[in-house]
């Protein structure tokens, strides 16, 4: 741990691009995670060529689902998954600690499509409504948990917020930007992805710094108008946060400890080792074999085209080619 404005001898490196840095404001008894990222959201996005609303919508999710993925303690999976009757009805992103990341997106093209002619391809509205999953795997012999948030035209960063405040009831701040960027070196214009986010939390020692006061009964008068008493330190953490614009997160020339040392260097902020995230996928031919022998013979027959089995990775796109012989038994 090192105070983020002293870089030297022995402190701790830069976290540099695709890397998750952890973070403590003392002053403000808030604890939080920030990551840029470059070249893996580009890999990862790239390789399913979407259209670009529903490409940064997904990395946005990615963004999202890194954020809460790295906080996991121990060797396991985290994995954020929607559900909703919109254009993009399906997102899933798997994060495998400590970095390891792969997603998709499932959508309708031609509402996709008619939605940008019409001008209205807002994040929201490409969710539509439904439901979005929060999924910690430990591993063989542990419980699943999950915590599951209604979809309701919501942004993915108003939805973070009601997770935290109906599940963990934690306090939470989260922000999210996702960018196509174009740039120009030789005469030739290339492409590239960029992402950050930050997502920051309050979590003070005393117990009553951390209790919310409690909702009128259900016989209160219909009229009553009451607001809920924030901890002032709580108030000055979000109000900081909330003046972080989009580019700031995504620009190549404002790292991670520059903009976190800009928000919180009057309260002193203490930044821990990052870690690296990297698009990897974890399937293989022999974790799908493994699936197609649990198959039935009439499943293995229907799955049979033009001779052999064919199976697509949903995630990296990879395609493995399997001789039906060798599931006859």
């Given at each position: 741990?090192?105070?983020?404005?002293?870089?030297?001898?022995?402190?701790?490196?830069?976290?540099?691009?695709?890397?998750?840095?952890?973070?403590?404001?003392?002053?403000?008894?808030?604890?939080?995670?920030?990551?840029?990222?470059?070249?893996?959201?580009?890999?990862?996005?790239?390789?399913?060529?979407?259209?670009?609303?529903?490409?940064?919508?997904?990395?946005?999710?990615?963004?999202?689902?890194?954020?809460?993925?790295?906080?996991?303690?121990?060797?396991?999976?985290?994995?954020?998954?929607?559900?909703?009757?919109?254009?993009?009805?399906?997102?899933?992103?798997?994060?495998?600690?400590?970095?390891?990341?792969?997603?998709?997106?499932?959508?309708?093209?031609?509402?996709?499509?008619?939605?940008?002619?019409?001008?209205?391809?807002?994040?929201?509205?490409?969710?539509?409504?439904?439901?979005?999953?929060?999924?910690?795997?430990?591993?063989?012999?542990?419980?699943?948990?999950?915590?599951?948030?209604?979809?309701?035209?919501?942004?993915?960063?108003?939805?973070?917020?009601?997770?935290?405040?109906?599940?963990?009831?934690?306090?939470?701040?989260?922000?999210?930007?996702?960018?196509?960027?174009?740039?120009?070196?030789?005469?030739?214009?290339?492409?590239?992805?960029?992402?950050?986010?930050?997502?920051?939390?309050?979590?003070?020692?005393?117990?009553?710094?951390?209790?919310?006061?409690?909702?009128?009964?259900?016989?209160?008068?219909?009229?009553?108008?009451?607001?809920?008493?924030?901890?002032?330190?709580?108030?000055?953490?979000?109000?900081?946060?909330?003046?972080?614009?989009?580019?700031e997160l995504i620009d190549p020339d404002?790292?991670?400890?520059?903009?976190?040392?800009?928000?919180?260097?009057?309260?002193?902020?203490?930044?821990?080792?990052?870690?690296?995230?990297?698009?990897?996928?974890?399937?293989?031919?022999?974790?799908?074999?493994?699936?197609?022998?649990?198959?039935?013979?009439?499943?293995?027959?229907?799955?049979?085209?033009?001779?052999?089995?064919?199976?697509?990775?949903?995630?990296?796109?990879?395609?493995?080619?399997?001789?039906?012989?060798?599931?006859?038994?």
């Amino acid at each position: 741990m090192t105070n983020i404005e002293d870089f030297g001898p022995g402190s701790i490196a830069p976290a540099g691009v695709d890397a998750v840095l952890p973070f403590q404001v003392e002053g403000l008894d808030v604890r939080g995670r920030s990551i840029q990222m470059g070249p893996a959201l580009s890999t990862l996005l790239d390789r399913h060529n979407y259209p670009l609303p529903v490409s940064k919508l997904l990395g946005e999710a990615v963004v999202l689902a890194v954020l809460l993925g790295s906080s996991l303690k121990f060797e396991g999976q985290f994995i954020l998954q929607t559900q909703t009757d919109g254009p993009v009805d399906m997102l899933v992103v798997d994060f495998r600690t400590p970095g390891d990341l792969r997603a998709y997106a499932r959508f309708d093209a031609e509402k996709v499509a008619e939605m940008e002619a019409a001008g209205t391809l807002e994040p929201a509205l490409l969710l539509g409504n439904g439901i979005l999953a929060m999924t910690i795997d430990q591993g063989e012999n542990t419980s699943r948990y999950q915590g599951i948030v209604a979809l309701d035209g919501s942004s993915l960063e108003d939805v973070a917020h009601t997770y935290f405040e109906q599940s963990e009831q934690i306090p939470t701040a989260v922000r999210l930007a996702v960018a196509e960027m174009m740039t120009r070196e030789d005469g030739k214009v290339t492409h590239s992805w960029r992402g950050g986010g930050l997502m920051v939390q309050f979590l003070p020692e005393s117990e009553d710094r951390m209790r919310h006061r409690d909702l009128p009964g259900g016989d209160a008068p219909s009229d009553l108008d009451f607001e809920l008493d924030e901890d002032d330190a709580w108030v000055e953490a979000q109000s900081l946060v909330a003046t972080i614009e989009d580019h700031e997160l995504i620009d190549p020339d404002v790292s991670t400890e520059r903009l976190l040392y800009r928000l919180f260097h009057e309260r002193g902020v203490r930044v821990f080792e990052a870690t690296a995230v990297q698009d990897h996928c974890s399937c293989s031919r022999e974790r799908i074999e493994g699936v197609l022998r649990s198959f039935s013979a009439e499943e293995i027959t229907e799955s049979i085209e033009d001779g052999e089995i064919t199976v697509t990775c949903e995630f990296c796109g990879l395609v493995y080619r399997f001789d039906p012989a060798e599931f006859s038994n």
